[in-house]
């Protein structure tokens, strides 16, 4: 059988942890941020998890990660 692809557009987004889960970056923290309240975009830097439902997804585009 083949090697599956890895997803490339997925790979730059998402990094695996130690324990097996994804961490992701906030959304809406690139551009038009002079409107953006400096609260909202100091709370928008740190990295999150992805939401358990969506790791099996992930799991599918980053096979080798």
């Not at 599956?4 to 942890?17: C, D, L, S, V, W």
Request: hydrophobic share 30%; charged share 35%; net charge positive.
């Amino acid at each position: 059988m083949p090697k599956m692809k890895t997803n490339r557009g997925a790979a730059k987004r998402f990094k695996r942890t130690a324990s097996g889960g994804y961490k992701r970056a906030h959304s809406f923290k690139n551009h038009i941020l002079t409107k953006k309240s400096t609260k909202r975009k100091r709370q928008l830097r740190p990295m999150d998890m992805v939401a358990d439902a969506d790791v099996p997804m992930l799991r599918r585009l980053l096979p080798y990660s």
